[in-house]
């Protein structure tokens, strides 16, 4: 699949291994291959909403105004589907993973109030993966520890699976963008180094906010109602 932006995806072969390019001649070409490190993980799928997940290895190159870059390191593949109107008002959330590998993962969903992530119940709650067995979430903890220029910069986060078995981590972000999905939503997304009692992973950090008073009051940013 080709668009006119210069982005194309291609399924090799399906829910498994994708190819993912982008050309702005002279100054950018991206060329990344993921292959699942396993099934994707379905939280839920109906035909008005669902969600999956599915860590990858992630190999390719990267160019930059003719400097290269090699990729070869792990992300995730997920996929949301559902309405979402462009002036819903909601909580904050938090998408947070991290892995080393097909047999260590977690991922967990957290409510936001403020700094502090509280397990909750929506289409997913989580996940964690301890030598190659897969067990949902039933409790979950996110808090940011430091901020730089308001961004989490230093996250501590712990979790708790339906066999009983417990992991906790720190992660220090070490690069981010800024997303803004809809007029309603904000997100950081932050690439993390997490440091695990099961050892150190690499992963994601999501904060999404949605109409908070937190957005408002620091942006003085007002919705039509």
Request: glycine share 8%; hydrophobic share 30%; proline share 4%.
């Amino acid at each position: 699949m080709l668009f006119r932006s210069g982005l194309s995806y291609d399924c090799i072969e399906p829910l498994t291994k994708y190819r993912v390019r982008y050309i702005d001649p002279g100054l950018c070409e991206i060329d990344l291959e993921y292959t699942g490190l396993r099934e994707p993980h379905v939280a839920s799928a109906t035909a008005k909403f669902g969600h999956f997940d599915q860590p990858c290895a992630v190999k390719g190159t990267v160019r930059v105004r003719g400097r290269e870059i090699t990729v070869d390191t792990l992300g995730m593949r997920d996929r949301t589907w559902s309405i979402r109107p462009e002036d819903k008002r909601g909580t904050g959330t938090a998408y947070t993973y991290g892995h080393s590998g097909a047999d260590e993962q977690f991922l967990l969903l957290t409510s936001l109030d403020g700094n502090v992530g509280k397990f909750v119940s929506y289409v997913f709650t989580g996940y964690l993966v301890r030598d190659g067995v897969l067990s949902p979430l039933v409790d979950s903890h996110r808090e940011v520890l430091e901020r730089t220029n308001n961004y989490p910069s230093r996250i501590r986060i712990s979790a708790t699976d339906a066999m009983g078995r417990t992991m906790s981590a720190e992660g220090r972000t070490v690069n981010r963008i800024a997303s803004q999905s809809t007029p309603a939503q904000f997100a950081w997304m932050s690439m993390t180094e997490w440091e695990t009692d099961r050892g150190a992973m690499i992963g994601e950090d999501q904060r999404s906010e949605e109409h908070t008073s937190e957005l408002q009051s620091r942006f003085g940013i007002s919705y039509a109602v």
